[in-house]
């Protein structure tokens, strides 16, 4: 089984400024223990990370090619994005929304998430965890169906 990782605009910026918020660890630090992870449950990862919204639509449509299912944190597209959340719709492959921060408890703005509705959950708040939560409970979901 191969799942598709996607990150959004500034997650390439981690581990540089706002540590209180979304910790110390850079993206190649989640990344690399999330494919240690992803080994012990026997699945591989593909992993994609851009600032740019198009190119996350690129992805998300060529997921539909090899991949299972997708873990994506749209980053700030998360509050914006309907060609993003168009896209997770459109290819039908099974989606959790992750995110560092607890996006519940924050500024009003980041409550709101475009594309939760059009994935089968999201996990928020448990920082670099929250990558490995969703992508259990993807591998699960995908398991059991
Ligand atoms: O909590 C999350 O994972 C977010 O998706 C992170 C986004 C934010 O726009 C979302 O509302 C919640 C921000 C990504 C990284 O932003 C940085 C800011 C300063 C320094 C480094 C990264």
Redesign the pocket.
Known sequence: MKIMVIN????N??G???PEI?GSLTLDDIINNLKDYAKTLGIELETFQSNVEGEIVNTIQKAKNDCSGIVI????Y??TSVAIRDAIAAVGLPCVE????N?HN?EEF?KNSLTAPVCIGQI?GFGANSYKLGLQGLVDYINAT
Do not use: D, F, Q
């Open positions: 959004g605009p500034n997650i910026m981690l540089t400024r706002e979304y944190n749209p980053a700030a998360t509050h992750v995110h560092l921060s996006i924050r980041r928020a």
